[in-house]
Structures are given as C-alpha cells and as structure tokens.
C-alpha cells in the first residue's frame, strides 16, 4: 500500500463548480500535511498547508482528519486556471522526508 | 531571482557516462532536498541536506548516485555510469530550517535527463 494514495482522476469539471478532492495517508505519525499543485511540465507549487482545524484561503478550503487519516482540498466557484494536478503531501514527525501522493489531475472546462 | 536555481534545465546524454546536476537553493534556506519524477509518476525523494551534511540518503536508488553540498549553499547530485532508467526530471527544494514543525519546500524548476 502507498503510504499517501490520492484519486489519480481525472477530474474534468465545468467552470464555476465546486470540486473536492480526498487523500488517505498510511502512517499515523504523520504531522505535516500540505497540498501541492503542479502544471504540466512544471515544477511543484505550495497551495496550501493543510492544519487540524481546518483553513481556508480565498476558494480553496482544506480539512485534516487524524482519526481518519484523510485529508481534504474543496475548490469552490472554479477557474480554468485552477487546471492541474494537485498533489497531497505528508511529513513525518522528526523527517525532513516529504512523501508526495502521485497527484490528482483536475480539467476545468470552459 | 529568488528561487531555487537549477541547471542545466535540460540535459541529454549517452547511457554510461556521468552527468552532475546543480542546484542553488533560495538564499539563506538551510534544509536542501533532491527528488525526481518520471514520466507520470509521482515525486520520489532522493536525499537532503541541512546544512552541508545528509542526514538521510535513504532515497539514492543505487551508489551510482551521490549528492554533496558546501558552504551549506549550492549541491550538486552526480550520477555516474547513467542508465536509461535514471531518464526523469530532477527536482531541487529548498525550505528556510529543519525542525517540529516542516517547513514548506520551494522547488526549482528541475533538470530534465535523457539518457540516449
């Protein structure tokens, strides 16, 4: 089993929608949690940390779900440019190891 | 530019020969990480650095690989005797310090090798 495993799509959604994407994580001892996103052909970028409360930034919006081990990403009142692949991210306590999710691909359609 | 640097953004070569990969990480980052991606794969981390030192390599696939560091800047990850398979795109991170919390990594814009 993958230790982070991510939907791999892809996700092809109209403009304007509402699209969320989920992530499991295998080790429990995980403390850090983020999304990436990542153009075609182009390096990773942070998106966002990811925090036990919860966080919002503008339209994205992430949850973390410990018990679970899930973690969230909503995208609300989506844009083209929002198309990319969004990659979940975990950290382990006391590891400068991050452990990428192989990404989840998401298409806005005009 | 502020980023992290890599160069050659691009580089081809012959299957057997040796390449060596640079990275200039954003100024007065100390934590430095080396990972590649293959053709739609996944991130897969290679190594890092805090400061000059490597307190985890456990990413290295085989001991053609090697990445050193100095003046706790720029690093350079070499592979000798490449293989077809090391063909990927190298990614270099940088984050401002290692510690409880994980600091968020800012990558460059990755060293595409082929490897004819």
């Known amino acids: 089993r993958k230790e982070v495993e991510q939907d791999p799509g892809p996700f092809n959604v109209p403009e304007g929608a509402t699209v969320a994407f989920n992530c499991t994580y295998s080790?429990?001892?995980?403390?850090?949690f983020f999304w990436y996103r990542q153009d075609c052909r182009k390096e990773p970028k942070l998106l966002m940390s990811?925090?036990?409360s919860g966080n919002e930034d503008g339209r994205f919006t992430a949850q973390l779900n410990r018990a679970s081990q899930y973690i969230s990403l909503l995208i609300r009142d989506s844009k083209l440019s929002d198309s990319a692949t969004y990659l979940c991210?975990?950290?382990?306590?006391?590891?400068?190891?991050?452990?990428f999710g192989t990404g989840t691909r998401l298409t806005i359609i005009p | 530019g502020a980023g992290v640097s890599q160069s050659p953004s691009n580089k081809v070569t012959e299957k057997g020969k040796d390449v060596e990969l640079r990275c200039d990480p954003i100024?007065?980052?100390?934590?430095l990480y080396w990972y590649r991606q293959s053709l739609g794969q996944g991130l897969e981390f290679l190594i890092y650095f805090q400061g000059n030192s490597a307190p985890d390599k456990s990413g290295l696939p085989s001991d053609r690989f090697s990445a050193e560091r100095t003046g706790g800047s720029v690093s350079t990850l070499t592979i000798q005797r490449t293989q077809q398979e090391d063909s990927a795109v190298y990614l270099c991170?940088?984050?401002?310090?290692?510690?409880?919390?994980?600091?968020?990594?800012?990558f460059g814009d990755g060293t595409r090798l082929s490897i004819l």
């Open positions: 990811v925090y036990s």
């Open positions: 991170a940088s984050s401002p310090r290692t510690g409880y919390s994980n600091q968020p990594q800012h």
């Open positions: 991210v975990v950290a382990h306590f006391g590891n400068e190891k991050l452990t």
């Open positions: 100024s007065g980052h100390t934590a």
């Open positions: 080790n429990s001892a995980s403390q850090s």
